[in-house]
């Protein structure tokens, strides 16, 4: 089939830049101070991806991930000074409780449909932010937590290198789980989880378990790039762990690039972070970048939803002759593929499958 | 163990507290009723009309009561373009998911704008009658939460009779029923559902008015109703007005009286206990139908 290879085509091109991207980048970055932005737009990569897990695949937007990432930071934190942990097993150790914490909040929120996960998502920052602040005695509460690097000895520059590789291997992991996952019979049933709960359930999809499982696994991975910016950063504040905002980023990020897309919440981390980071060094700290935010994110909800890659392969598309639909295969494909299977079909037999709501 | 005339007065207070949430959670469940529209900027717009007040109060020197002439209409106003403009455009498919996005985006310009144009700092509305208070029965209640309690009960029974008695609450709850069915006996949903917005924001209106008599605002506290807000339209059931009044009095009787053993802050985790209990063993809420079920 001509356009999958073309797809696979498009992957691999772009995985190999990435790469080369990403390995060249600290090399080129002509100070520490961009090296460290490169740093936090990778870790808004890791979040958006993991975030993307829910989004996605299952539709579900999830408001309350930069809760998930606050508490992976917090765990990871007081694992290593409380409980003294080697920094990479509390990390490791604090997502996977994380992701086990995931259970009774999805066990709740995800019985019903989308409405009340929202709402529980939100609560979840509201109520974390709430006891992070209050229980000052474990969590510092608001004079912050403080966490040992793990490399005393490396010098700054140093430290933000090593830190940049290890985001960008666990972005690696990440969208490799994703690819995985989107190619999968798993993955299937969640994109038709997203198309339409009630068909998907009735053609035996076991919805409740498939969200539950993609959601702890999104949880995971957000504690993992919460816990690894702990690590980076040294500094905790409850205000900024268990920030709303931090959670519409995600959103916003995942949304511009493309959620059905494997690179769509890089692409959006790139645009969002390098914007936001760019933001605070020419209008200081004012409110004006939560308008900004509220204003790009209800531009993308209102013109382009399905996101920045999605629309430029459609462009591409309106000049490519023979290739005018974005779908991954198309009616017309699909006949040809079942028509080869099966061998000769009566004419028209292939051609009445309904049309997918892309 | 508390004396009774402290546990008196935190039931007075809860109750008077519980009925400006009721109106509050009304608003909310009117959206979510007409459109499957969870509207996260509800609180937002709150906070904006307790700023109106304290601005007519301190810069023009009106009692904040009479801005209330002027936020209504204009809230109102602002819902029926709301609907008609903004969520009226978004994919019906995708709709409850992608609303939640765009209020919340409304919701953080909001807080932005107000942020820039009134500054971080917290304002209070001094009034004459601020520290006024009454004795009943050993507690002391203030004429300022009284007012609001006042409000918030006159504009829940103006909601009431409005729904109930005229033809456009038929056709708002008709719309809420079935918008189809509602569309073929002749009613205009389109209309009738910007107008059902429309008082929705209303009803954030009144509420903020209230809540500026006696409370010390600040840009970002929408963060602080709109949780419990949420928690209470799902513990009584999404879509339903009763249900939302009767959960928002008795989570706000129990945050009242929680705060004698707890404090302020660890109170109004309740909230929050009672929505994830809500969802773990009745998630369609305990006083909705047929509609909760699904969402």
Known sequence: MPSVSRSSLGYLAATAVLLVAVLAFPSLAPNPYILSVGIVVLNYAVLSTSWNFVG?????????HGALAGLGAYGTGLLVTKAG?????????????????????????????????????????????????????LTGGSRGLNVPRPFPDLLRPEHHRVFFFLFAGLLGIAMLTWWAIDRSRFG???????????????????????????????AFFTGLAGGLYALWFGDLDPVFQFSILTGSYMVLMALLGGVRNLFGPLVGALVVGSALEYFKVQFGDTQLHLVATGLLLALVVLFMPDGVLPAIGSLAARFRPAQSSIREVTQAELRESRLAERGPVPAGAGANGKEDRG | MPSGALLFQSVILGLLLGGLYALLAAGLTLYFGIMRVVMIAHSAFLILAAYLAWW???????????????????FFACGVLLQRLLLARLRPATMTMMSVLLTFAIA?????????????????????????????????????????????AVSLLALYLLMKRTTFGWALRATIQHRDAARLVGID?????????????????????????????????HWHWIGPLMAIIVVGGLGSVPGAAAAAMVLGLLQSLLQIPL?????????????????????????????????
Do not use: N
């Not at chain 1, 996605?56 to 309350?64: E, M, P, Q, R, V």
């Not at chain 2, 009106?62 to 801005?67: A, G, K, N």
């Open chain 1, 188 to 218: 299937l049933g969640l994109k038709a989880i997203r198309e339409d709960e009630d068909k998907a359930e009735s053609l035996g999809t076991p919805t409740f378990s498939y969200k539950l499982v993609v959601f702890v696994v999104s």
């Open chain 1, 56 to 64: 996605g695949f299952i539709g579900y937007i999830s408001l309350g």
């Open chain 2, 108 to 152: 953080v310009c909001v807080e932005g704008l107000l942020g820039y144009v009134f500054t971080g700092t917290q304002r209070r509305i001094q009034l004459g009658y601020g520290s006024a208070s009454f004795e009943v029965l050993g507690a002391r209640v203030a004429v300022v939460k009284l007012i609001a309690f006042g409000l918030a």
């Open chain 2, 189 to 221: 949903t389109d209309r009738v559902a910007g107008f059902g917005f429309g008082l929705g924001l209303a009803t954030a209106a009144v509420g903020g008015t209230a809540l500026s008599l006696d409370t010390t605002i600040y840009p970002s506290l």
């Open chain 1, 85 to 137: 942990l080697p920094s990479f097993v509390a990390l490791l150790a604090a997502a996977l409780m994380v992701a086990a914490l995931a259970l009774p909040i999805g066990y709740a929120a995800l019985r019903v449909r989308g409405a009340s996960f929202v709402i529980v998502s939100i609560a979840l920052v509201l109520i974390l932010l709430l006891v992070f602040q209050s229980w000052a005695s």
């Open chain 2, 56 to 74: 007519s109060h301190s810069r023009l020197g009106i009692d904040p009561l009479l801005s209330l002439l002027v936020t209504v209409p204009l």
């Open chain 2, 263 to 295: 404090g302020t802050t660890w109170a109004q985790t309740v909230f929050y206990i009672a929505l994830f209990a809500t969802l773990a063993f009745r998630p369609q809420g305990f006083f909705g139908g047929r509609l909760a079920q699904r969402f």
